[in-house]
T-cell receptor
């Protein structure tokens, strides 16, 4: 099972890009990387996911290294509402339908005015 | 779209009682549902995974007789904490994925959690 590690906290100035790293050095070939964020102990909110290619959507970009051992979530223009705990997750599915989901330790992102 | 509703959002009960938490997918059919537990200032820990109509698969260290999971329909899964004790107090969160065209890779959608306090 892949284990993910993240820095415990980061600050980012409002309007600047926030780059949140995640290390998943033991990831296997069929494990996907997902990013979620959690605000005030609500349920996590989906942001983006990928396997090996870089991905972009309306919320963020995901950069996955070629060896897939790490990834970076990029919030292009951070706002105060982006203050949250960001989780990097790896997920895979075995034959028979069993899924394994491993949450990272999370990074508390503080966006500063 | 892709809304997951969890009920109740907060429950306080006496030690020794059983508590049932419901997780519903409101606008999609959930082929797989997941139950997590989160202690204060910690990450989410997966407890079990359930597919509709099948027995749940529990993670190592999670007592299946203590945490009963039922996934009887494509829109409802329940977690029952039996004979709850203060150490079971935690934030319990469910999630669901729809499978669909993208299969299991589709993102999970999370409920807003249930805060369980056992006195």
């Amino acid at each position: 099972d892949a284990k993910t590690t993240q820095p415990p906290s980061m600050d980012c100035a409002e309007g600047r890009a926030a780059n949140l790293p995640c290390n998943h050095s033991t990831i296997s070939g069929n494990e996907y990387v997902y990013w979620y964020r959690q605000i005030h102990s609500q349920g996590p909110q989906y942001i983006i996911h990928g396997l090996k290619n870089n991905e972009t959507n309306e919320m963020a970009s995901l950069i996955i290294t070629e060896d897939r051992k790490s990834s970076t979530l990029i919030l292009p223009h951070a706002t105060l509402r982006d203050t949250a705990v960001y989780y990097c997750i790896v997920r895979f599915r075995l034959s028979g339908g069993y899924q394994k989901v491993t949450f990272g330790t999370g990074t508390k992102l503080q966006v500063i005015p | 779209g892709a809304v997951v509703s969890q009920h109740p959002s907060w429950v306080i009960c006496k030690s020794g009682t059983s508590v049932k938490i419901e997780c519903r997918s409101l606008d999609f059919q959930a082929t797989t549902m997941f139950w997590y537990r989160q202690f204060p200032k910690q990450s989410l820990m997966l407890m079990a995974t359930s597919n509709e109509g099948s027995k749940a698969t529990y993670e190592q260290g999670v007592e299946k007789d203590k945490f009963l999971i039922n996934h009887a329909s494509l829109t409802l899964s329940t977690l029952t904490v039996t004979s709850a004790h203060p150490e079971d107090s935690s934030f319990y969160i469910c999630s669901a994925d729809s499978g669909g065209q993208g299969g299991w890779v589709q993102p999970q959608h999370f409920g807003d959690g249930t805060r369980l306090s056992i006195l």
